[in-house]
């Protein structure tokens, strides 16, 4: 009875340490580069948020565009996850229509337009992941001088007359995606 008691206590302490070292080692998230930003707009019963990394100058004499987010190449839109926007109705952008939902924004910059690429698949890290045949909208829009010099990279919404814009801007460099209420 002894001998059962005893291999019965072994067996549970092992499970126990086990279990114990299992749970202490939670794996540790990969650290951010950069803060999380966070814009949001509501006009009417419309609604938008976006979330992205806010990727910074590292130096006073840096550039981001065309040395840390080269020309013509297709980026995440800030550091970190992948840029996410979140509507609650859908929305026209170019001539294109942008369903309700949440979706990974991607931007391939150039010195004049910028290519905007809304994504269906939210939750990305990076660019690992991306899949072109999960765009849902590609559209171009131009590039604009920004009103001083924004060192950390900046999104946010202003109303406009038919709807909303969302606007990026880092350093001197300002895109406006407007984005048209449907009735």
Do not use: C
Not at 101 to 113: S, V
């Amino acid at each position: 009875m002894r001998v059962n008691f005893l291999k019965l206590f072994s067996i549970l302490f092992f499970f126990f340490f086990i279990t114990q070292i299992s749970f202490s080692q939670q794996s540790n998230p990969k650290k951010r580069r950069s803060e999380v930003g966070l814009a949001n707009i509501k006009k009417e019963d419309f609604y938008a948020k976006i979330t992205y990394g806010r990727a910074h100058m590292k130096y006073e004499a840096s550039y981001p565009f065309g040395f840390n987010v080269p020309w013509r190449k297709l980026w995440r839109t800030g550091d970190d996850d992948a840029t996410e926007m979140t509507i609650n109705k859908k929305v026209k952008i170019g001539d294109q229509v942008l369903e309700a939902g949440t979706y990974a924004l991607f931007t391939i910059p150039d010195t004049a337009e910028w290519t905007i690429i809304f994504n269906d698949v939210p939750g990305q890290w990076g660019l690992y992941k991306y899949n072109p045949s999960h765009d849902v909208i590609r559209t171009k829009v131009p590039v604009y001088k920004a009103p001083g010099q924004f060192r950390t990279l900046t999104l946010f919404f202003e109303e406009s007359k038919l709807g909303v814009d969302l606007f990026i801007v880092w350093d001197k460099t300002s895109i406006r995606i407007p984005m048209e209420f449907i009735p």
